[in-house]
């Protein structure tokens, strides 16, 4: 049995969540953040987080899907952006 792969979205918008709806459809497990809420993402069966950190947390593979340069850096380094939130690489041994 496979472990179900957590995707993080961050932004979704016109591209974000029929990206989350294709990804769910295909069995993945989708947790998203959207300043004006998730309401269409819990409805098509997702997870609303309430912040990008939040969704770093949870994410095994993390989107971001926002609109200009402003809005990356408040998903990177906003007082609850990514940056801190993200789990460490898994190590690999060759």
Do not use: Q
């Not at 997702?46 to 939040?54: D, L, Q, R, T």
């Amino acid at each position: 049995m496979t472990a179900v792969v957590n995707v993080g979205i961050i932004g979704l918008g016109k591209m974000g969540l029929p990206i989350a709806r294709n990804l769910m459809e295909r069995g993945f497990a989708v947790t998203g953040f959207r300043r004006s809420g998730c309401e269409e993402l819990v409805a098509a069966g997702g997870v609303a987080a309430g912040s990008p950190g939040e969704v770093a947390e949870r994410a095994d593979v993390l989107l971001s899907i926002v609109p200009d340069a402003y809005a990356v850096e408040e998903v990177v380094c906003g007082p609850h952006g990514t940056l801190t939130a993200l789990r460490p690489a898994p190590s690999t041994s060759r």
